[in-house]
């Protein structure tokens, strides 16, 4: 089956910075965690932070959420230190609140927009100053 949805992600300094683009199906969520992890591995080796924009997402098929869960339990494993969430519907926050009861080792949070979520990231040392 093709892809339903796609994303964007890069490394900027300590932080995977990935935005979100329309409907996903499983197919999208396989690719997104490979892709992940081969990022992390990166930067892994100290501290880092993961920024998700979901304002341009519009959910995904009910079967993702089970390899999310999975990808958080590997990230909270692998160092992972920060999570900042951007989220342009309430239920958007509601699925990912669920979906970070595994990140026991992850400060995590949301925001309403891509300028207080590199703030933050700023302010926890994890994302250049020059770029907010």
């Known amino acids: 089956m093709n892809e339903h949805g796609s994303f ?7 932080t995977l910075v990935i935005h979100c683009f329309d409907s996903w199906n499983a197919e999208t969520v396989e690719r997104l965690c490979t892709e992940y992890k081969a990022h992390v591995s990166k930067i892994n080796n100290k501290p880092w932070a993961c920024l998700v924009d979901l304002s341009a997402w519009e959910l995904s098929t009910p079967d993702m959420w089970e390899k999310i869960d999975e990808l958080n339990i590997w990230a909270n494993a692998n160092n992972q230190r920060y999570e900042v969430v951007i989220c342009s519907m309430s239920i958007q926050r509601a699925l990912m609140e669920a979906s970070h009861e595994v990140l026991t080792n992850v400060e995590t949070k949301f925001c309403k927009n891509i300028q207080q979520a590199y703030q933050w990231l700023v302010e926890r040392g994890v994302y250049p100053n020059k770029c907010t």
Request: aromatic share 0%.
């Open 8 to 14: 964007r992600m890069e490394v900027v300094e300590q």
